[in-house]
């Protein structure tokens, strides 16, 4: 259950940022924001890598004491950023990248739309709602 | 490692600042009042005790030297403590008095079994064995072993050695004697006394052998000083070693029930002892031990600090020793393990401060840890770096500061109790982490609970005096520094935000702004609007308290604009606070602000209005997204310099209510235009909130503002880019307050140039607008226009005849009309060969008025500015240009009339240059195709003629013009080296030839001497002199020259020619004339006949060998008979030479008929007939 869902454009400005209503918003949107600077070395340092052995998904970015930041970059460098209780100890790796991977295909189901402009704030009902049942749901 | 105690200071972390920010953090930092407390902080309750952070070593007094006044004993002592680097053996030495009273020994427990132990470690332990108890005591003492009263002096060191051990009673401590003497000893063995006498002062002092030394003070002492001190470090390991041995024993009459504590201590006694060895791998593992052991301690309110403190101690060892080791991780995860067993060990809720200051404190040192090992070559990397140790500390302090605002807002009158329940009889604690009030007490339950509430109040209320913001600030400064190293530019960022926030609540406004300012552009052009908004909010607030007008004003535009995520409510508040500073009134408090603050703050804001002075304030939007946006657009890319000048410039407010602008201007890069080009209002202050919608000077929220203005360009800028440079918006009024708003260029701001792109992106489509109304995302700016010349009105035609012909003078008739309504002035004309072509056409390429006669190279390609005159209109001239072109090919020739006229825009009268071109492709050919051929007399081809035999020359001159040609003349000039045979006179003169047709002409010529060159001889030219049919009379004649090419000429041995008449008749005699010439220097043999032929009979010399001289000439005399008539072959006559076999009867046909024309017997009446024939 991630606690906080950010989706990042290229360029590094949110397009989308979702976090548990019951706590501070702004901890986590500097919390996203801080986690940009290990996904940009991770990228830097992976950009000799061939495009299609690429690894999408960027791991454990930086734990803190309390939560653990993920990191997801597609091939557009649009970035994925889930923030997970660190007390969650239910949640592996492979968890999370099933997560990541269902937040991709629902991005790119907005990217889909022909009425969204690629670089938009999404605001996406049904994206809305596949973020919600993430940060219910107990994997 | 730096003393505990003494926290890295923000100016030794951040001076490493670079470049602008670098001056501008300084000064933030170099502010003096923070900068002193900080430095001189003494340790508090919850810094690390320095015998802990310290490297423990081997503990060695040294007696009997004196080091005041005795040099000797001095250079001794020195040689002991200087230089002491790694490779010398790790002890602390001291010097002390021989009677020195060493610390008590309690006497040896027989029983542990009523023992119960009153806490985990004493606190003076740590400092008694680093500093109190040696490990070794050495007697010095000066004998040498010839002294005289050898008796006297051995007992004085017997009683001095005896005085050491009565003070070390019960104590394992060693004993050594090092005897000082003046002369160099003699090799062991040699010197029988001193054996002897050593022996007997071994025994007399109760030493073994190996305990007593001589230090012979000559010239190698420092040599003997490292073999003692090794010595020294020797006998202590034993010491250690023993202790070791001793604590270990008494494990065995531990019971686990009442004796826990003493499992602790003993094990953290074993380790600190092998630390003290220098075994640092057994003291880790000790030390482990320990700490599991301290985990396994029954924990309950009462002792919980206690153990938390002993299990950071511990801790704090461990991760020391995994860094010694350079195993990092096993550091890493030791701490983890800590934190996470520790994490939860609250205690007394009461005190809550108390576990986050603990928290904070370990994580701290784990961070300076870290760094050490860094500096001592350990790699760091982003994710796993002090930075994070530091910042989780911060955290932590932050977390003490809330807990203690929390427990801690006792009433004023609340007094510090009396008699200071904090106090204890020696000043200090007797065990680590244990309550003052209450030491040694074991009971989970307090025995008073009315001395342990007083007791609690006592550390609330001193908690109350702890500046936590200087704490919070350090430890973040520290993680700035860190994570900067670590390529975190946002972590680096935020840190600086809560930095910032903090100096916000220590009340150091200035700090915090300019903290709060250094980061905001970070997030800015990153495009985190909410995280910029909260940094806004709160750099407004510390605006707002120190009463900093202009930083006000900027960050109320900005959280106006469509940056900020503030509520509507919010931002009508600032708007109006805005509204009322810029009528020069003060504003509104920001809510949230401490009262105290806020009531100065108002007293500045009033002091503020009342000051009179400067209160222009310009703010250039371009670093930051204002509540205004603005674009200009010129109409159009390029305007006529006769129409007037048109641009829009679009405003549009993003704020929840209108506001009235008082002034707009821009400005250009001639800034001749700038007065054109303001808008203003003569509007009093009050007017402000008046009249909102109507009026030019409003801006509707959400509305887009469209302000058209036109000038008239400059008649000069022809040709030149006009800009806008910057767009100036005035709201306030100058009397009073007002801020400028200052757009560079055509307008946009920080965030503009991304909304741009994604609205150039989308394909949205928009609501359709009432017709005056525009989207604002549809608007494009362009701020700069061109102005160009006025559109001319006059035809330009060109009339020729192509193509040109090379080297004629190609007559071009420019013809200029005016269809301008008023006369037109200075017209002027400029024509030739347009520029920029190849450069080689330009030098082949004339140009001149002058048709009359040829032009050459000193004419240039291109006339310009020919002054033509003036034009009424409807009028039209006529001018000639010629053209000369020397080579073949097409050309492009421009032809360009520009004129003055006077004109009206705007009524305003300008002169306007106006011009016309126009260009024209030309191609070049040669008039006519020359060919030039040799031929024989008899008109056949020759690839090469003969010395001294005519030849002919054949010219053929083929018409490839278009147009008629007339052949003035044609002259032949020979070279030296070929002659004419007869007069050289032209017979094409006056010859017309129309396309297709051609002339000929041949002229005989001969060779005097062959030539030795290879490429044969040069023959000399052709000049054929010519001009179109067509061109008037005074159009010079074109000379041109056609260069001949050279022929090979050879010699020849033998020249036959013949004489014969230029026909025969059938039965009449033909004689013919055979002509032999010897053309070399030799005598020739030849070999003559003449084969029958049946057209002829013949006489004369059917065969014949002859001999001809050089030089000379042999004639050969035949009378032809002819018996057929019509074209009949001659007897064929053959010639072979004996020293030329070459020399063939084909090469001889060449000279010689072959045949000649018989014509049939005529009958004698018709002679005259004949004769004409």
């Not at chain 2, 049919?1029 to 005074?1034: D, G, L, Q, R, V």
């Given at each position: 259950m991630a606690v906080c869902v950010a989706v990042i454009a290229?360029?590094?400005?949110?397009?989308y940022i979702r976090s548990?209503?019951?706590?501070?918003?702004l901890k986590f949107h500097y919390m996203v924001h801080t986690s940009l600077d290990v996904v940009d070395e991770k990228i830097s340092a992976m950009g000799k890598a061939l495009v299609d052995q690429r690894e999408l998904y960027l791991g454990l970015l930086y734990p803190t004491e309390d939560y653990k930041v993920y990191g997801y970059v597609t091939n557009s460098k649009v970035k994925f950023v889930m923030v997970v209780d660190s007390?969650?100890?239910?949640?592996?790796d492979n968890e999370i990248r099933s997560m990541f991977r269902k937040l991709h295909n629902s991005y790119t189901d907005v990217m889909c739309n022909p009425f969204y402009n690629p670089g938009d704030r999404i605001q996406s009902r049904a994206f809305d709602n596949m973020v919600t049942s993430m940060m219910i749901q107990v994997c | 490692m730096p003393p505990p105690g003494i926290c890295y200071h923000p100016l030794s972390s951040l001076l490493?600042?670079?470049?602008a920010s670098f001056l501008r953090l300084c000064s933030l930092f170099l502010a003096p009042s923070i900068l002193r407390d900080t430095l001189n902080m003494s340790p508090t309750q919850w810094d690390f005790p320095v015998e802990l952070c310290c490297r423990p070593m081997a503990f060695v007094t040294l007696t009997g030297?004196?080091?005041?006044?005795n040099a000797v004993h001095r250079a001794v002592w020195d040689a002991f403590c200087a230089?002491?680097?790694?490779?010398?053996?790790?002890i602390s030495f001291k010097v002390l008095p021989g009677d020195h009273e060493y610390p008590k020994c309690r006497s040896k427990r027989t029983?542990?079994?009523w023992y119960i132990p009153k806490?985990?470690?004493?606190?003076g332990w740590m400092n008694k064995h680093l500093?109190?108890?040696?490990a070794l005591v050495v007697v010095f003492y000066e004998l040498d072993?010839?002294?005289?009263?050898w008796k006297e002096k051995q007992s004085e060191c017997a009683t001095r050695v005896e005085i050491v051990r009565q003070s070390l009673l019960g104590r394992n401590t060693k004993v050594a004697v090092v005897l000082i003497q003046k002369k160099t000893p003699l090799?062991?063995?040699?010197?029988v006394i001193a054996s002897e006498r050593a022996a007997a002062l071994c025994d007399a002092c109760e030493l073994?052998?190996?305990s007593l030394f001589v230090l012979p003070h000559t010239d190698h002492l420092v040599g003997y000083i490292i073999r003692l001190e090794n010595a020294f470090y020797e006998h202590a390991q034993t010491y250690y070693y023993t202790e070791i041995r001793r604590v270990k024993s008494h494990?065995?009459?531990?019971?686990k029930t009442t004796h826990q504590l003493l499992f602790v201590r003993h094990q953290f006694k074993i380790a600190f002892f092998s630390e003290l060895k220098q075994d640092t791998q057994n003291a880790l593992k000790n030390y482990r031990t320990a700490y599991n052991l301290v985990h396994e301690l029954r924990a309950h309110e009462t002792n919980i600090l206690e153990i938390k403190t002993m299990a950071g101690f511990i801790n704090y060892k461990i991760c020391r020793l995994c860094f010694q080791h350079n195993t990092p991780l096993d550091a890493i995860a030791q701490f983890r393990k800590h934190i996470d067993l520790c994490?939860?060990?609250?205690?007394?809720a009461e005190l809550s401060f108390e576990h986050a200051a603990w928290m904070s404190k370990q994580f701290q040192a784990f961070g300076d840890l870290f760094d050490e090992a860094i500096k001592l070559g350990l790699t760091a990397i982003q994710t796993q770096n002090p930075g994070f140790y530091y910042q989780q500390a911060a955290y932590y302090a932050q977390e003490r500061k809330q807990h203690a605002k929390a427990l801690c807002?006792?009433?004023?009158?609340?007094?510090?109790?009396?008699?200071?329940?904090?106090?204890?009889q020696t000043g200090a604690?007797?065990?680590?982490?244990?309550r003052s009030w209450r030491?040694?007490?074991?009971?989970?339950?307090?025995?008073d609970p009315e001395k342990e509430k007083v007791g609690i109040l006592a550390i609330q209320l001193k908690e109350r005096?702890?500046?936590?913001s200087e704490i919070i600030i350090t430890l973040l400064s520290n993680a700035v520094a860190q994570f900067k190293k670590y390529k975190c530019p946002r972590m680096k960022s935020h840190l600086m935000v809560q930095m910032g926030e903090e100096y916000y609540y220590a009340k150091d406004y200035t700090k915090a702004l300019k903290l709060l300012d250094y980061v905001m552009c970070d997030y800015r052009s990153e495009g985190w609007w909410t995280l910029l908004t909260s940094i806004l909010t709160t750099a407004l607030k510390c605006s707002y308290l120190m009463a900093q007008l202009k930083d006000y004003i900027t960050y109320s535009l900005e959280l106006l604009g469509r940056a900020s995520t503030l509520k509507d409510d919010q931002k009508s508040r600032i708007e109006k606070n805005l509204i009322n500073v810029l009528m020069n009134e003060s504003p509104d408090p920001e809510p949230d602000c401490d009262v105290l603050a806020v009531k100065t703050a108002q007293k500045l804001w009033a002091d503020r209005v009342s000051l009179a002075g400067s209160n222009v304030f310009t703010v250039g939007v371009q670093d930051f997204v204002p509540f205004v946006q603005c674009k200009a657009k010129f109409h159009t890319p390029s305007f006529h310099v006769d129409v007037p000048v048109q641009f829009d410039i679009y405003l549009k407010a993003d704020c929840p209510h209108p506001i009235r602008f008082s002034k707009l201007c821009v400005s250009f890069n001639?800034?001749?235009?700038n007065q054109f080009c303001t808008l203003e209002e003569a509007s009093?202050?009050?007017?402000?909130?008046?009249?909102?919608?109507?009026?030019?000077m409003c801006l509707v929220p959400g509305k887009t503002r469209k302000l058209l203005f036109k000038f008239v360009a400059k008649t000069?800028?022809?040709?030149k880019k006009i800009e806008i440079t910057s767009v100036d918006l005035v709201l306030g009024s100058e009397t009073g307050r007002c801020v400028v708003l200052s757009w560079q260029g055509g307008g946009g701001d920080a965030a503009s140039s991304q909304e741009a792109l994604q609205a150039a992106r989308s394909f949205k489509r928009r609501p359709k607008l009432p017709d005056n109304e525009v989207h604002w995302d549809s608007i494009i700016i362009q701020s700069s226009t061109m102005i160009i010349s006025r559109v001319p009105n006059i035809s330009v035609h060109l009339r020729h005849e192509p193509p040109a012909l090379t080297n004629e003078m190609y007559c071009l008739v420019v013809t200029v009309q005016s269809h301008e309504k008023t006369q037109i002035r200075d017209v002027k004309l400029t024509a030739g060969l347009k520029p920029g072509q190849d450069a080689n056409l330009t030098q082949k390429t004339h140009v001149t008025l002058c048709g009359t006669e040829l032009c050459d190279?000193?004419?240039?390609?291109l006339l310009t500015d020919i002054p033509v005159g003036d034009l009424r209109p409807g009028e039209q001239l006529e001018k000639k240009i010629y053209v000369r072109c020397g080579t073949i090919g097409s050309r492009m020739f421009l032809v360009y009339v520009s004129y003055l006229i006077n004109t009206t825009v705007e009524e305003k009268e300008i002169i306007c240059r106006c011009h016309k071109d126009e260009t024209v492709t030309i191609e070049t050919v040669f008039p006519f195709d020359v060919a030039v051929k040799f031929v024989s007399m008899k008109f056949e081809h020759l690839e090469r003629v003969y010395a001294d035999i005519p030849f002919l020359l054949m010219a053929d001159l083929l018409s490839a013009s278009p147009w008629a040609l007339t052949l003035v003349s044609s002259e032949l000039r020979l070279a030296p080296s070929v002659m004419a045979v007869d007069q050289l006179e032209s017979?094409?003169?006056?010859v017309v030839l129309q396309t297709g047709e051609s002339a000929s002409e041949c002229f005989c010529l001969q060779c005097p001497s062959a030539g030795n060159l290879e490429g044969g001889v040069a023959t000399g030219h052709y000049i054929i002199s010519w001009k179109r049919?067509?061109?008037?009379?005074?159009i010079p004649v074109i000379s041109t020259v056609i260069t001949l090419p050279h022929v090979i000429v050879e010699n020849i041995p033998l020249h036959v020619n013949a004489d014969l008449p230029s026909f025969g008749r059938v039965r009449e005699s033909l004689p013919v004339k055979y002509h032999l010439q010897n053309k070399t220097n030799l005598v020739q043999d030849v070999e003559i006949s003449v084969e029958p032929s049946d057209a002829f009979m013949f006489s004369g010399l059917k065969q014949i060998r002859l001999r001809i001289l050089p030089g000379t000439e042999q004639e050969m005399l035949y009378n032809f008979y002819p018996l057929?008539?019509?074209?009949q072959p001659l007897p064929s006559l053959s010639i072979s030479l004996l020293r030329f076999p070459n020399f063939t009867n084909q090469l001889l046909r060449r000279f010689i008929p072959t045949s000649i024309f018989v014509k049939p017997q005529g009958r004698l009446a018709d002679d005259a007939s004949i004769a004409a024939a």
């Open positions: 290229k360029e590094n400005y949110p397009l548990t209503p019951m706590e501070n918003e007390s969650n100890t239910a949640l592996r | 490493e600042f670079q470049g030297l004196d080091v005041v006044y230089n002491r680097r790694a490779d010398r053996v790790p029983s542990y079994e806490g985990i470690l004493k606190t500093n109190l108890v040696p072993w010839d002294e005289p009263q090799p062991p063995g040699e010197d073994s052998g190996k494990k065995e009459f531990l019971n994490k939860k060990k609250i205690g007394s807002n006792h009433d004023a009158s609340v007094m510090y109790p009396s008699p200071d329940p904090l106090e204890t604690l007797d065990f680590y982490g244990q030491q040694g007490t074991l009971s989970f339950d307090p025995s005096s702890v500046v936590h001639n800034q001749e235009y009093k202050a009050s007017e402000v909130l008046e009249n909102l919608t109507q009026g030019k000069e800028d022809v040709g190279e000193s004419y240039p390609a017979h094409v003169d006056q049919t067509s061109a008037m009379e005074n057929m008539a019509g074209y």
